[in-house]
């Protein structure tokens, strides 16, 4: 029976699952993008979603709280510079776990864990592709822009 059991243990004590989950987090926060085990995925994300949604608030208890579970003062730095700003304005789910098949060796059902707004592929926010026309309207455009820059110049 599996009463009370909130998470997954996979295995291991609690000081090396901690450990383990530490160092995962940090090289997610710091790659944007790591391989691992799809249960390993699951309970990842069970641990860093938290540290993401206090990163939104950049405040010293904030940044001992997530320093106390990371254990790597520039992984600490990433997550409170670079990743808050970006996931700002969401309100939740911030990693993306992507299938990838089974391991070769031991059959194990792998998975791609990634933060969700750095992938331009999946992100309709992200940077797009220009959209290119077979019509000449761009030259013109560009003809226009020239002789107004040589007007100024002038000027």
């Known amino acids: 029976m599996r009463h009370g059991k909130k998470f997954n243990h996979l295995g291991r004590q609690t000081a090396h699952r901690k450990a383990m989950f530490a160092n995962m987090a940090s090289s997610l926060i710091e790659h944007k993008r790591i391989n691992t085990t799809v249960a390993k995925a699951k309970a990842l994300r069970q641990f860093v979603e938290p540290l993401i949604t206090k990163s939104k608030d950049d405040t010293t208890h904030n940044r001992r709280v997530v320093f106390s579970y ?17 996931v700002a304005d969401r309100p939740g789910g911030y990693i993306r776990i992507i299938k990838l098949g089974n391991r070769q060796g031991d059959n194990a059902p792998m998975a791609m864990v990634e933060l969700v707004d750095y ?7 992200g940077a797009k592709k220009k959209k290119t026309t077979r019509r000449g309207k761009t030259k013109k455009v560009e003809e226009v822009v020239e002789t107004t820059k040589d007007s100024k110049d002038t000027k």
């Open 119 to 125: 992938n331009t592929t999946y992100n309709p926010n």
């Open 70 to 86: 990371l254990r790597n003062k520039y992984a600490v730095t990433e997550l409170f510079k670079e990743v808050s700003v970006k």
